[in-house]
Every structure is written in C-alpha cells, then in structure tokens.
C-alpha cells in the first residue's frame, strides 16, 4: 500500500487526478470507476481543464460508478447519476453508452452491474473517498464484507454527514446501492483520497487497524495495488 500525505485537501486531490490521467494517456480505452462526494471534485476539475486544452481524450474510455441513492430520480440535482453529468460527464467526451452508474429503482439489480462491469473487461483504475466511519462506496460497517453491488441501508453516520447536501437529514435517502467491497478488490488499481480531520481515524484505521468489515477501507491492506492520498489533516494520527 502506497501512502501519500501532502499539505492541502486540493494538493491530495490533484495527485488522484495526476493518476487518471496516467491511466487515460497509458491505455485509451481504460475502464475507470469512478466516485462521488466532495473530495473527489478537483481531480475531476483536472481531467475536465486537460480534456479542454486536448491533453485528455475520453472517447474510447468506459465508466462504472460505485453507487447511487435508492430512490431519488437521476433528474433529481442531488442524485449521483446529475452529480456525474454536472461534474464530468457532461464536460469531456465521453460517449453517453459508456457510462455507466448502479440503477437506483426499486428493482435494482446488482448482479447485472457486476457482468456488466466482468464483461467489460474489469475496472482498470478505481477512485475511491472514504467515510468518516471507514466506508468505501457506500459499504457501511457490517458484521461481514459483501462481494457484489447491493442494495445497502445506510447508518446514521452516513446520513448525517450527507445531509450538507440534503434541505435536512430527513431528506437524505435511507437506502443506496453500492459495488461491493468484491468489486472494489477487484480493480487493478485502486486511488483513495482522504481529506480532512474528520477522515483522521478511518484513516489510521485503514492503514493501520485489523482487517475488519466493521472499517471496510482495511480490506485495502491487501489490495497489490493500492494508494491513499491524504492531506495532513486526515494524515493526523499517522505519526511514524
Ligand atoms: P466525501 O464522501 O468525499 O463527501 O467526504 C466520501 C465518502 O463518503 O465516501
């Protein structure tokens, strides 16, 4: 596991989209997975701003997100299908049939995520935030890990931290469905940045914890090829 500590939340993130971007020049049609959530905003910001000045051609590349709320329609701003649309999607040139977000209906099937995401050849690179309880995608703490995209119940925690973007708590959708911490494994390279002291404990706990479904990011420990890229805030309890 590669850890990376850098002085600011944009620096960290920026080093993830420096990675992306390897992985799109390397290998044009790669398969990216791809996140959601505030951090990983500005490595999106890059790939976008080299996408523009023609560095970045993502018209062969294909795109499995790792989740979205059960529930919310995807013309709903808050949904992480317009989240995608708004943030990169509708801003490179990605072709509309590559693109490909977990079905947050009520008949949603994670089976079919997973072929589709085995068909497609596996995910080359996968960027990943962190929860402030150590969830990855929205893998939750749990008495055991879940391979396969599933439907999840989301804890308290997790509301409460995603109701910045909700009017209240009681806004935020109770389920979602998330990749499974299988899928995540899966990846031949997986990018995880954390910022921000509230990340400080599952950060430590990632790296340096037991490996437990009750902090799903410890499984990372035994991914080969693995970087978190954290600030110093998150990187706090990191002392040797
Ligand atoms: P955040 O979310 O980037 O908005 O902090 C990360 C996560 O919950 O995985």
Same mark, same amino acid.
């Given at each position: 596991? +590669?850890?990376?500590?850098?002085?600011?939340?944009?620096?960290? /993130?920026?080093?993830?989209?420096?990675?992306f971007a390897a992985q799109i020049t390397r290998k044009g049609d790669s398969i990216l997975g791809l996140a959601t959530g505030s951090t990983p905003?500005?490595?999106?910001e890059?790939?976008?701003?080299?996408?523009?000045?023609?560095?970045?051609?993502?018209?062969? *590349?294909?795109?499995?997100?790792?989740?979205?709320? $059960?529930? *919310? #329609?995807?013309?709903?701003?808050l949904s992480y299908h317009a989240f995608m649309e708004?943030?990169?999607?509708?801003? $490179?040139?990605?072709?509309?049939e590559n693109i490909h977000l977990p079905s947050g209906n009520a008949a949603a099937d994670g089976e079919a995520y997973d072929k589709m995401i085995r068909d497609a050849g596996g995910i080359d690179i996968q960027l990943l935030g962190i929860g402030r309880n150590g969830h990855i995608g929205f893998n939750e703490p749990a008495d055991e890990f879940t391979y396969g995209?599933?439907?999840?119940?989301?804890? +308290? #925690?997790?509301?409460?931290?995603?109701?910045?973007?909700?009017?209240?708590?009681d806004e935020v959708p109770r389920q979602a469905i998330s990749m499974g911490v299988g899928n995540i494994m899966a990846a031949? /390279?997986?990018?995880?940045?954390?910022?921000?002291?509230?990340?400080a404990q599952a950060v430590y706990d990632t790296i340096r914890g037991p490996i437990t479904?009750?902090?799903?990011?410890?499984?990372?420990?035994?991914?080969? /090829? /693995?970087? *978190?890229?954290?600030?110093?805030?998150a990187a706090s309890l990191m002392k040797d």
């Open positions: 596991m +590669e850890f990376h500590v850098y002085d600011t939340a944009r620096e960290a /993130c920026e080093a993830a989209g420096f990675l905003i500005p490595a999106y890059m790939m976008v701003e080299w996408h523009k000045r023609g560095v970045l051609d993502f018209s062969r *590349i294909r795109t499995f997100n790792l989740d979205e709320y $059960v529930g *919310i #329609d995807y013309k709903n701003p708004e943030n990169l999607f509708g801003k $490179v040139n990605i072709r509309k995209t599933h439907v999840v119940t989301l804890t +308290e #925690d997790t509301i409460e931290a995603n109701a910045r973007f909700f009017k209240s708590a031949k /390279c997986v990018v995880l940045v954390a910022t921000g002291a509230n990340k479904p009750r902090v799903p990011a410890s499984i990372l420990q035994l991914h080969p /090829c /693995c970087v *978190i890229l954290a600030d110093r805030e």
